[in-house]
């Protein structure tokens, strides 16, 4: 026997090693699993069916980010490996779906609470089957250590001691650690992906992931080098479908539809789809691989045998062709080294047998480099499914080749585009011996895709935003053809005139406008638009669908083709309603202004004079008995003078610089008040619906009654027989340029329903003029002061009504603070003193009311001197300090007409005494002087008018040291303790 040469040896050995592992790739590939053909779909007992119809939709929950099990979609939508089956089982079961996402711990309390019904994914185990009820494992899910990629403190499990570990919220990895007694930090996240993140960042150590979750997520974010995972599963968890313990009918339901997934091999299709391959607890390698070696060695001694006879016969003839292949194989390694495009030569099990130079320069790796990858991990996560499931199928032998167009990730991290073509070379069994991959690179052609689709996408955002402005003009505008048919308008056009699009697409602009308009417009149209393009503004009228007419401005453009035809014209229309009503505000509020200047001082000059009456009588009742015939006469001059000095207070209101003396009230607090007052004893109810969320306003309190007593006092009188009077009051927003003239911002709308007579169109237009009235009794100031309150305060008042049916007076506040504590009313008391024998200076330029002050004072104990202006009380002011007998107090007019008046006077004396002690007087009761008496240096304010017991209580207490008036000036009080309405 001839010895055989040592590279006939080597070729020999190397042929035995060949048929080795075609031996076990053959029986590798029969032992892989083949799905099952689609199983009969199991049938539903009777309770399961009424159950399904009387329940509605199973409510399905998942998480929010656990890809790709379930993940929320961009769209808004769910989607990943566990949805997918829940929406085949819901299929092929007949029952309906809903989906729910939520956070994993959030979602197994959504089932829990009855929230949701079933939860979509949940791993298996003791602890939670004493509160759910489980179905068989959809998918083995491993679970691994992972760690950043220059780590090398954390191999195993025990490393995890003492360690910073991210665990999602609820997962079962902190109760596996804690039941093999590892001690540790725990680091929560609300997902997987925030748990990548923090091991990344260095605020855990490591974490403890499901494999095919964090593998999508880090290859997703381009993350693949910077983590690594460590040492075989720590476990491998059950993935199910679960309910509420006890949930029978509807448990029994899902186990059904899970067999029956199982059966039809819904599971292996999803997961080769998502992942490539199904995760299984990890075996030992001897009884996994027992029979596949068992049958090897068989075939390896069989293939030994055939390959020594083969080899002797055939060795001649492999040199021979050795010399003619060795010069075809350098021939084929030019061609393929030198190709245009990337190619590549790989195995089945996806690792590259050989690469070009020109693939490696697409991805930018080495060759040492992308021997250590394959082209699974290079793949853009979102375009591996449809390349795995084309490249099952060429394995099988299905197709013989295919073309898509995929994408890369190149080692900087960029995306490569590529057409990928992929043909297989078989062997005798039709088994794929290698793969072949051409990739053409069109990164740049996808760019200009993009560019040109991102163009395409600014011009449509474009013309939406041309569309929404046009929608959302302010102004109405429409376009008609050269006939003058409406061919387009906005809604603002439609509305102004109370068609529909429709309507008005099969009219003409003559048809909605009167007939006295048609002989201008048409001149207007010949002489200005045809003649040069355009038309000045004008103004015409509108005639409405319910037959209304309105008052319009428009100007009308001509609009020519590019030959420079007229084709058509289009107008920008404004209603003049607005602005004419909001003009007839302006009016109002100029003519209501113009009287409160002429108001104002006859009320103050009014005063005085009811001062110098009223204190008089009050001071003669002082020395009569009230069995005296002369009491009842003065008790009735009292009573008139008291009207009188109310009226003057009423033509207050209209003055010009009225000031408020604001605080934050309760809205219904304000209308209870109010009503309570002018109904008590009447035959007229009044029912308040006034939700508790409706805002505070910051009103002066006295005038707001004062208008709402007079509103009320109204609708009342409207109601001889009785009646009822309802008033609402809600929150509103006021925007910017309205017809009102009010400020943006937050009001409160109040109300005042009456079921009254009503009011006559003709007297409508005047119920708020001054002096207007139909009541024999009536002084017509009433609703006049309350229009002039409401607009001081920044409101707005309007009234509507229909004759014989009722009236309704809405009233629109500025909204307060909703932070503030609501100002109850605190009724003054003042408490009498005895303090007598103290000298005043009383300064005032009414002679009478020198004379009463001086009489009705020195009756009460006091020492008076007056004087009629502020030099002179200046003077006497320190004259009485000279002469060692200063004042005790002094009281000075605010308004002296041609001479020093109090305030000027004030202080001069408290530049000469800080310690005076001064009282403002005046009948203009809202001068800011007499509202803020203390910042401008007095220690009290009197309006006038002002009887003898007011005056005597009010210096009692300044003179004895007490606490008075620091919330405002004193107030007329009369007598019998009342007060005049404002």
């Known amino acids: 026997m001839v010895r055989g040469s040592p590279h006939s040896s080597t070729r020999f050995f190397r042929n035995i090693a060949v048929a080795v592992l075609s031996a076990l790739f053959l029986l590798s590939v029969s032992s892989l699993p083949v799905n099952a053909k689609s199983a009969r779909s199991p049938s539903l007992s009777p309770e399961e069916e009424q159950f399904l119809e009387s329940h509605g939709p199973i409510v399905f929950v998942s998480q929010t980010d656990y890809p790709p099990f379930e993940s929320l979609q961009e769209d808004g939508s769910m989607d990943g490996m566990s949805i997918e089956i829940a929406r085949w089982m819901s299929t092929e079961m007949g029952y309906q779906i809903r989906f729910l996402n939520m956070p994993f711990k959030e979602a197994q309390q959504a089932v829990l609470s009855g929230k949701a019904d079933v939860i979509t994914s949940l791993f298996f185990s003791n602890k939670r089957a004493a509160s759910f009820d489980f179905t068989e494992p959809l998918f083995d899910v491993p679970a691994l250590i992972y760690v950043g990629a220059e780590r090398p403190d954390i191999v195993r499990l025990r490393d995890l001691a003492g360690k910073r570990i991210a665990i999602q919220n609820g997962d079962y990895a902190g109760d596996f650690l804690e039941s093999k007694g590892i001690k540790f930090e725990l680091v929560p996240t609300t997902s997987f992906t925030q748990a990548i993140d923090a091991v990344l960042t260095g605020a855990a150590d490591a974490l403890i992931g499901d494999e095919q979750i964090v593998r999508y997520v880090l290859f997703k974010k381009h993350l693949a080098t910077r983590m690594k995972k460590m040492g075989l599963p720590l476990y491998v968890g059950k993935n199910c479908m679960a309910v509420k ?303 209304t007419i309105i008052p319009v401005e428009l100007r009308t453009s001509l609009l020519k083709d590019e030959n420079g035809n007229p084709i058509g014209m289009w107008a920008i229309v404004r209603d003049l309603g607005e602005r004419q009503n909001a003009q007839k505000e302006l009016l109002k509020i100029q003519k209501l202004e113009s009287l409160g200047v002429l108001a104002g001082g006859i009320a103050h000059d009014f005063n005085n004079i009811i001062t110098g009456i009223l204190g008089n009588i009050s001071f003669a009742r002082m020395f009569l008995d009230s069995s005296h015939r002369s009491s009842k006469i003065l008790e009735e001059a009292e009573k008139a003078s008291r009207r009188a000095a109310d009226l003057a207070q009423r033509l207050l209101t209209f003055a010009k610089g009225n000031v408020l003396i604001r605080k934050t009230m309760s809205s219904r607090q304000l209308v209870e008040a109010s009503s309570s007052l002018v109904l008590r004893g009447s035959n007229v109810s009044c029912v308040i619906e006034i939700p508790d969320d409706v805002y505070p306003v910051d009103v002066d309190e006295g005038q707001i009654n004062q208008a709402f007593s007079n509103i009320i006092i109204n609708a009342a009188q409207a109601m001889p027989e009785g009646g009822t009077i309802t008033v609402r009051a809600e929150n509103v927003s006021i925007a910017g340029a309205n017809a009102m003239l009010l400020a943006a911002g937050e009001y409160v709308r109040f109300r005042f329903t009456d079921t009254g007579c009503g009011i006559v169109p003709e007297n409508l237009k005047k119920i708020f003029d001054p002096y207007f009235t139909t009541k024999p009794q009536g002084s017509g100031l009433g609703l006049a002061s309350a229009h002039s309150i409401v607009t001081k305060h920044g409101g707005h008042i309007l009234v509507r009504s229909e004759s014989g049916v009722g009236t309704t007076f809405e009233v629109l506040l500025p909204a307060g603070s909703r932070s503030k504590q609501m100002v109850e009313h605190v009724e003054r008391v003042i408490v009498t003193g005895g303090v007598r024998g103290k000298s005043l200076l009383v300064m005032d330029d009414e002679e009478m009311i020198r004379t009463l002050a001086n009489e009705m004072l020195g009756e009460l104990g006091y020492r008076v001197l007056t004087c009629a202006d502020g030099d002179e009380a200046i003077a006497m002011y320190v004259g009485a300090q000279e002469n060692g007998e200063p004042f005790s107090a002094a009281i000075l007019d605010l308004t002296i007409p041609g001479g020093m008046g109090g305030l000027a006077a004030g202080m001069k004396i408290l530049e000469l005494d800080p310690d005076a002690r001064l009282i403002v007087s005046s009948g203009y009761s809202n001068d800011p002087v007499m509202s803020e008496h203390l910042r401008f240096g007095f220690c009290g304010a009197i309006v006038k008018p002002y009887n003898a017991s007011d005056i005597a209580i009010y210096l009692d207490q300044l003179l004895s040291g007490s606490s008075i008036n620091q919330t405002g000036p004193l107030s007329p009080r009369f007598t019998d303790g009342s007060e005049p309405v404002l």
């Open 245 to 547: 313990k006890n949930n029978a009918i509807l448990h029994s339901i899902l186990v059904k539809s899970v067999e029956h997934a199982r059966q039809s091999g819904v599971f292996d299709s999803i997961n080769k789809k998502w992942v490539g391959k199904s995760y299984a607890a990890e075996q030992g390698w001897a009884s996994r691989w027992a029979g596949q070696i068992a049958a090897a060695v068989a075939i390896i001694l069989i293939a030994a045998a055939a390959v020594i006879v083969w080899n002797l016969r055939l060795r001649q003839l492999v040199e021979a062709r050795t010399r003619e292949l060795s010069s075809s194989e350098e021939q084929m390694r030019l061609f393929f080294e030198r190709q245009l495009v990337g190619m590549a030569i790989t195995s089945p099990e996806k690792g590259w047998l050989k690469v070009n130079d020109k693939l490696c320069r697409m991805f930018g790796y080495t060759r040492e480099e992308l021997n250590q990858l394959n082209w699974q991990v290079l793949t853009y996560p979102e375009d591996l499914a449809a390349d795995l499931e084309l490249f099952d199928r060429l394995l099988k032998g299905e197709i013989e080749e295919y073309s898509i167009e995929k994408r890369f990730y190149r080692k900087d991290g960029t995306i490569l585009h590529c057409n990928l073509s992929v043909g297989c070379v078989r062997r005798h069994d039709r088994s794929v011996d290698y793969v072949l991959a051409l990739l053409e690179d069109i990164t740049d052609r996808e760019r200009a895709k993009e560019a040109l689709l991102a163009g395409t996408e600014q011009l449509r955002r474009s013309e939406v935003k041309y569309r929404n402005l046009h929608e959302s003009m302010m102004d109405g505008y429409a376009y008609v053809n050269m006939d003058g048919s409406i061919m387009e308008c906005n809604e603002t056009f439609i509305s102004m005139l109370g068609y529909t699009l429709e309507e008005l697409r099969s009219m003409t602009y003559q048809e909605i406008t009167p007939v006295v308009w048609h002989g201008l417009e048409k001149k207007i149209l010949e002489e200005q638009v045809l003649a040069r393009g355009y038309s000045d503004v004008y103004e015409k009228e509108y005639q409405r669908r319910d037959g």
